[in-house]
């Protein structure tokens, strides 16, 4: 059991990641410290954090795990804020779905005390923001991914390990680059072309009525467009590289269906569907046995 958890960030995850703490009996008094006071006051009405923080500062002050959950924009700032605080007893995590920008700010900020820091990418969340979402199951049954750096303490990356699997998380763990190639196809992307198709069909003259016939299959592909527009900003711009090289891919794969269905071409533009529809069947059973 940790004594104390530090909360900076009080919204959906950082909110949800101290739920599900204190009903797992695994911490015994929570610090929360948010930018927007009104996100601490909601989380400390809620119950989700014990104590209101006043800086970031402060929260770390007494914990020996941290939570980070902010955007990664913003979290070199975080760890300038917190560093004269960090000790090699202390547990320190982010949540961010990038990563080698998160440890070189870690590098540039922590510098001796970067061993504290265990990156962590909780893959779970919702289109929605904000603490008064906090769910204490949000990360149950989900993966998280883990990305230590050569400096990263054996010790601390156990207890983060420890502490996700007993939130009951399956754990994974991998390099950063591996971490930002591969999120950048299964997560950045898609968000990508959310936000792109619901652009272009609002962009047009008809676009209004064309979403009012919309049916379920749309609904699904394009939930992800009401994610919040400054986090994925950040997220997006920060991993462009990798992003930028799957958008090419995308558009190679997109341009060949073009080239089918320009050509009338039903053999090829049939094997292509296929394709897709079997890699997703085979996708989806890996997903059910885990």
Request: neutral net charge; hydrophobic residues 45%; aromatic residues 6%.
């Amino acid at each position: 059991m940790f004594e104390q958890l530090g909360i900076i960030g009080c919204g959906l995850m950082g909110g949800s990641f101290a739920l599900a703490l204190k009903h797992a009996g695994l911490v015994k008094r929570i610090v929360g410290y948010s930018k927007s006071p009104s996100s601490t006051e909601r989380a400390l009405q809620m119950g989700v954090i014990d104590v209101e923080a006043p800086s970031a500062m402060l929260a770390v002050s007494g914990s020996d795990i941290v939570l980070i959950a902010v955007p990664v924009a913003a979290t070199e700032a975080t760890f300038k804020a917190i560093k004269h605080l960090v000790t090699p007893a202390m547990l320190i995590m982010d949540v961010g779905s990038t990563k080698r920008d998160v440890i070189d700010a870690g590098r540039r900020a922590l510098r001796e005390q970067i061993g504290s820091f265990v990156p962590a990418h909780p893959v779970a969340g919702r289109e929605v923001s904000g603490v008064e979402h906090a769910d204490a199951e949000l990360y149950h049954g989900k993966q998280v991914i883990l990305t230590p750096i050569e400096r990263t303490l054996t010790v601390q990356l156990q207890k983060a390990v420890d502490v996700w699997t007993a939130l009951g998380c399956r754990v994974v763990t991998m390099s950063p680059e591996s971490h930002d190639a591969a999120f950048a196809a299964v997560s950045h992307l898609p968000h990508l072309l959310s936000f792109a198709l619901m652009n272009a069909i609002s962009g047009q003259p008809q676009g209004k009525d064309y979403l009012s016939l919309a049916g379920p299959g749309f609904r699904d592909f394009s939930r992800i467009a009401a994610s919040d527009a400054k986090m994925w900003r950040d997220v997006l711009l920060s991993n462009r590289e990798e992003l930028l090289t799957q958008l090419k891919i995308f558009q190679h794969s997109l341009q060949a269906l073009e080239l089918m269905i320009a050509s009338g071409n039903s053999e090829a533009l049939e094997g292509l569907i296929d394709q897709a529809s079997l890699t997703r069947a085979k996708w989806r059973m890996a997903q059910n046995q885990k």
